[in-house]
């Protein structure tokens, strides 16, 4: 069993490669994967245990907190991070009260939720090749700060406005998955389809086709190969993204060990 474990979830993929980056740093470490069903809930052997994430709305993706609350910690030094293009919502506070957080941190990050906003759209305002470099370093400082056993002093923030928008989020998913479409230049590939978290997507006489189960994750939007899929008009023209470091078969992968 791994000393390390490291629960994450990640849509775009920069959750990922944070995760990726910590574990590289702590060494001997399980990234037990969080878009489904996580295969690995007992993590009470472990020295160590984390929790990296996306602000979805001002809160949590999809399952995820359901999911942490299925998961044992045992006596393990704790650590939650949260990637978020502006604020970090009330994430890390739901964790903390599943589980106390000895440690956590916030790092910002291109935007995944580009029917909203460009993907550069980000606090403090950076492109996307410095976003990335800032990334890894604040990564890189945060598995220090782990190793190093540092605590921070005080919780992780939670406000009112957050907490009414993460409780909308689901609400606002199910009316944009109507406006999910493929065009001509979908290559039929499936990638989609396997992609999603939920099951939303199958296809029909090669095409896919879009239900209304939907969490906002966008990662079949981010990873398709010819930008084939769209969520309304505005990512007709808007510039995709997703982590550089990180390809659409990393995401479907259960758990991924790092030495």
């Known amino acids: 069993m791994s000393e390390n474990v490291i629960f994450c979830f990640s849509g775009s993929g920069n959750c990922l490669d944070i995760a990726r980056t910590i574990a590289a740093k702590l060494g001997d470490t ?18 160590r245990v984390g929790f990296v994430f996306p602000c979805y709305a001002g809160g949590l993706p ?8 299925k998961i044992r910690v045992g006596d393990a030094y704790t650590f939650g991070v949260v990637s978020c293009a502006a604020y970090p919502g009330v994430g890390l506070r739901r964790i903390d009260r599943i589980h106390p957080l000895r440690y956590w941190t916030v790092i910002s990050h291109q935007s995944a939720c580009i029917w909203l906003m460009p ?32 605590e921070t002093d005080c919780h992780p923030p939670e406000n009112s406005f957050n907490k009414l928008e ?17 065009d001509y230049k979908c290559l039929s590939c499936g990638q989609c389809v396997r992609l999603c978290p939920q099951g939303n997507i199958r296809l029909v006489d090669k095409q896919p086709v879009f239900g209304k189960n939907c969490i906002g994750c966008l990662s079949c939007l981010q990873f398709c190969p010819r930008q ?3 969520m309304g008009g505005p990512t007709q023209t808007r510039e995709r993204w997703h982590n550089p470091n990180v390809e659409a078969a990393d995401l479907m992968q259960k758990l991924i060990h790092i030495d």
């Open 119 to 150: 993907h550069t759209t980000m606090l403090p305002p950076l492109k996307a090749e410095a976003a990335q470099r800032r990334a890894e370093l604040l990564a890189e400082q945060a598995a220090q700060d782990i190793l190093a056993g540092v």
């Open 228 to 230: 084939a899929i769209h």
């Open 30 to 47: 399980d990234i037990v994967l969080m878009r489904r069903e996580p295969t690995v809930t007992d993590a009470s052997h472990a020295r």
């Open 166 to 182: 993460t409780a909308l989020w689901p609400t606002l998913c199910k009316k944009k998955a109507a406006a999910l479409t493929v």
């Open 62 to 69: 999809g399952h995820v907190e359901d999911y942490v609350k």
